[in-house]
């Protein structure tokens, strides 16, 4: 996630530091930013001097103090809050005061996030969607103490890199998770239920409303153990019957049925062909 | 999948939100046929049919039909998807009981995909596949609408931005009707009784007004 957001910065005109705690992640980051701007040189979209430009605003650190002259850090490491709070707590020991603190979580409280930091007024909601280089919807969620002048900074921001922001309160899941985990969930009862099978659901919801993918083929391809772990991370904040994960999905979880990674979810994946599972 | 040619006859009385005056699936019918259906006409057992089929609206076939009735082999439910005060779209949910025959499934959808409709088929339970799935999801929109979790036009937005929907809940959900979705979650949160189907307060006070 932290690539495609650096490669939206980057292709904006921005200088981007990609720093990450070792070297292994940040090489994997050089080989997708390269080779996005590589396809895109290959499709006529950007000429080989605007992609060498581009990928010179690039660099790659594990030295965070590499990091003390950033204007915005947005961080997209692991979800958990103990996790992001201690980065921020080490970012404010490096930056400026004034650097403003992005946080991509697509779960987690900015309100919480923010108590890392000595000073959370400079901290916001920047939710990207994957893959973020492609997609421009940004999620942008201030906490309870961000100042509205650091909101109003990192809205702009994400304006003049050609996104869209959408404003939402700092509450479970924003717009986007908090109306689609539980929907998910609600197909996979229906299937417990014995209403339908999956392949009926999704070609009635497709059919139906238009959608291009059906909830069950989602899951399959974010995964089974995602919608888990989206589950527990919503069900206790929320108690929202509907956020809980159903057994099914467990049992599947258990099986090792989690979706197109591993060849079978709600469908079995053969090559390119999609089988009712 | 491909079917036999199949005939259908239709009984009517009233309108019928599945096919509308005027709608082309009218005019294909015949007088004697291998299916029968039924729309808004009381239902009538014929055993000497491939199918008979019931228009539903909100309610299940056991409504119409004793659901562990042998002689109802060749019986089942049909709704054609439709939002509310939209058009009805190509979706037809077919609706089986435990007695249901294969035969009489196979004939109800040679009868619909021959006029160019996407069949699924699913169980007798309240709201069928889209209503179950779909009403809690605007509930919620509506309800965060209500808490002011983000603007109507915002949340339409990231559900087509970040989802590829082509319309998001809110404006689908007024497009359709605030009055229909109450009386379709009402329905829907008698039968199951939870939280989630409960009309919300915009839908209570759109059908308290007698507004659409």
């Known amino acids: ?277 | 999948m491909s079917h036999a040619i199949m005939t259908y006859a239709i009984q009517q009385q009233g309108d019928s939100r599945s096919f509308p005056a005027g709608d082309a699936f009218l005019t294909g019918a015949t007088k004697d046929a291998d299916v029968v259906l039924h729309l808004g006409a009381p239902f009538k057992a014929d055993a000497g049919k491939k199918a008979v089929l019931v228009e539903l609206n909100a309610e299940c076939l056991a409504e119409h039909v004793d659901e562990a009735d042998p002689s109802c082999k060749n019986v089942l439910g049909f709704a054609r998807y439709r939002n509310g005060g939209d058009a009805p779209s190509k979706l037809i949910e077919l609706v089986r009981l435990p007695v249901t025959d294969a035969a009489a499934i196979d004939a109800a959808k040679a009868v619909f995909e021959a006029a160019g409709f996407t069949v699924v088929v699913c169980a007798d339970q309240p709201g069928r596949i889209l209503d179950r799935l779909l009403r809690p999801k605007y509930n919620a929109a509506l309800r965060f609408l209500d808490e002011g979790l983000a603007t109507a036009q915002d949340m339409d937005t990231t559900c087509k931005l970040g989802l590829g929907y082509p319309d998001g809940p809110i404006e689908r959900v007024m497009r359709g009707g605030l009055k229909h979705h109450h009386d379709v979650t009402r329905a829907l949160f008698e039968t199951y009784g939870t939280a989630a189907y409960a009309p919300p307060r915009l839908a209570v006070a759109a059908a308290k007004r007698g507004a659409r």
């Open chain 1, 1 to 277: 996630m932290g690539a495609g957001i650096a490669i939206v910065a980057a292709r904006s005109g921005y200088n981007v530091v990609c720093y990450d705690t070792a070297e292994a992640p940040l090489a994997k980051t050089v080989k997708q930013t390269e080779g996005f701007f590589q396809k895109s040189v290959e499709r006529g979209k950007m000429t080989e001097a605007d992609r060498d430009a581009v990928l010179a605003r690039f660099e790659r650190t594990t030295d965070i103090v590499r990091l003390a002259a950033c204007d915005l850090v947005i961080e997209a490491v692991f979800e958990n809050l103990e996790v992001k709070r201690n980065l921020l707590a080490q970012l404010a020991a490096v930056c400026r005061p004034d650097t403003i603190f992005g946080s991509n979580t697509s779960t987690l409280s900015i309100t919480e996030i923010a108590s890392g930091c000595p000073n959370p007024e400079r901290v916001v909601g920047m939710h990207f969607c994957l893959p973020a280089q492609l997609m421009k919807l940004v999620e942008m969620s201030p906490g309870i103490l961000t100042s509205d002048a650091v909101f109003k900074a990192a809205w702009d921001w994400t304006l003049a890199c050609g996104q869209i922001p959408v404003r939402t309160q700092d509450k479970p899941g924003f717009i986007l998770n908090a109306l689609l985990v539980p929907f998910n969930n609600d197909a996979i009862r229906a299937i417990e239920a014995g209403v339908a099978d999956a392949k009926s659901i999704d070609t009635a919801i497709k059919v139906g409303l238009g959608y291009k993918m059906g909830p069950l083929e989602l899951i399959d391809l974010i995964g089974l153990d995602t919608q888990v772990r989206l589950c527990e991370a919503f069900y206790p904040i929320t108690l929202d019957p509907r956020a809980a994960c159903p057994p099914l999905l467990r049992r599947m979880v258990a099986a090792g049925l989690l979706g197109r990674k591993s060849g079978r979810g709600f469908y079995n994946y053969d090559g390119n062909a999609m089988f009712g599972a």
